[in-house]
């Protein structure tokens, strides 16, 4: 083989080393009974809701020129509508696993399954007792 024939080998296998860790990281990890879904707009947290339970969240007024509308049934999380312009986060498909979430870049939106959404809180709680 040639010098080349290597560099192309082992791009290949960084490649595919990168995609199997995007995959992992992608996959999720089973969730707890008190995970939550948590909402952030433009960084700060928006909401966070049970994951076993039902719910339809809409963020944005109807006076916003931008909405999203999040629904959370069977245990699944979807984004069923959203008014942004790449519609990215609308055919994302549902989520279900800890740490896998639907992002909306054009209105900042970051919707994330968090098994600890709960003990985060109490953390807080302890550092600022
Ligand atoms: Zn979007």
Redesign the pocket.
């Given at each position: 083989m040639k010098p080349m024939d290597y560099v192309l080998m082992a791009g290949i296998l960084v490649a595919a080393g990168l995609i199997l860790i995007y995959n992992l990281v992608n996959f999720g990890s089973p969730v707890t009974e008190t995970a939550q879904v948590v909402i952030t707009v433009d960084g700060v947290v928006y909401g966070s809701y049970p994951l076993n339970e039902d719910n339809t969240i809409t963020i944005g007024q109807p006076s916003d020129d931008q909405h999203?509308t999040i629904q959370i049934l069977n245990q699944r999380v979807d984004m069923v509508t959203?008014d942004?312009r790449?519609?990215?986060?609308?055919k994302t498909r549902a989520i279900t696993k800890a740490n896998q979430s639907i992002v909306?870049l054009?209105?900042r939106v970051v919707v994330e399954i968090d098994n600890n959404g709960l003990l985060e809180e109490s953390e807080v709680d302890d550092i600022s007792r």
């Open positions: 999203n959203a942004c790449d519609q990215v986060c609308v909306c054009p209105h």
